[in-house]
T-cell receptor, first 109, second 112 residues
Framework: GQQVMQIPQYQHVQEGEDFTTYCNSSTTLSNIQWYKQRPGGHPVFLIQLVKSGEVKKQKRLTFQFGEAKKNSSLHITATQTTDVGTYFCAGPGNNDMRFGAGTRLTVKP | NAGVTQTPKFRVLKTGQSMTLLCAQDMNHEYMYWYRQDPGMGLRLIHYSVGEGTTAKGEVPDGYNVSRLKKQNFLLGLESAAPSQTSVYFC???????????FGPGTRLTVT
């Protein structure tokens, strides 16, 4: 079945540095979703991208969907300690969404 | 509006024991999912349901059974627990198969 690959698996940054996680698929995706999971918590939906080349922003977070709709990225500008957690991308499967393995972000104050 | 709830929150089982995890949603969503989350492996789909009375297998269905007798409830059963089933289990629901998923708080299961 369709799979999405995420890199890196871990990222440790100093507070104030930028952070980017990437999501790649071997097949064209009709849409892609991003979720955040705080330590000890559950995944929470952040955004869905649908259009080729789409870029969406949420405060310090910038989400991009590639022109070929096979890759996506999440970029956080000037990370804060509140950004810690695991970020997942998810692409559509059969009546469900298939999740990447996630990127765990830690932020050093 | 409680969203998605899961019971229990924690459980310790011995190998061979059985148990049922309950997921309930009050958003009238058609689709419901059971995932397991293990370190470094993201969320893997166990079973899902596209509506009351329906169930289907996901990526890792072996050792689990499910039932969706009522639209708001989705039960996950372990007939004979094994240590490999030690994991955090999340339930999720969505109005459509590819829309935003709403997750429950999770159940942490340990099988000794």
């Amino acid at each position: 079945g369709q799979q999405v690959m995420q890199i890196p698996q871990y990222q440790h940054v100093q507070e104030g540095e930028d952070f980017t996680t990437y999501c790649n698929s071997s097949t064209t995706l009709s849409n892609i979703q991003w979720y955040k999971q705080r330590p000890g918590g559950h995944p929470v939906f952040l955004i869905q991208l649908v259009k080729s080349g789409e870029v969406k922003k949420q405060k310090r977070l910038t989400f991009q969907f590639g022109e070929a709709k096979k890759n996506s990225s999440l970029h956080i500008t000037a990370t804060q300690t509140t950004d810690v957690g695991t970020y997942f991308c998810a692409g559509p499967g059969n009546n469900d969404m298939r999740f990447g393995a996630g990127t765990r972000l830690t932020v050093k104050p | 509006n409680a969203g998605v709830t899961q019971t229990p929150k924690f459980r310790v089982l011995k190998t061979g024991q059985s148990m049922t995890l309950l997921c309930a949603q009050d958003m009238n969503h058609e689709y419901m999912y059971w995932y397991r989350q293990d370190p470094g492996m993201g969320l893997r789909l166990i079973h899902y349901s596209v509506g009351e009375g329906t169930t289907a297998k996901g990526e890792v269905p072996d050792g689990y059974n499910v039932s969706r007798l009522k639209k708001q409830n989705f039960l996950l059963g372990l007939e004979s627990a094994a240590p490999s089933q030690t994991s955090v289990y999340f339930c999720a629901s969505t109005p459509t198969g590819v829309g935003e998923q709403y997750f429950g708080p999770g159940t942490r299961l340990t099988v000794t």
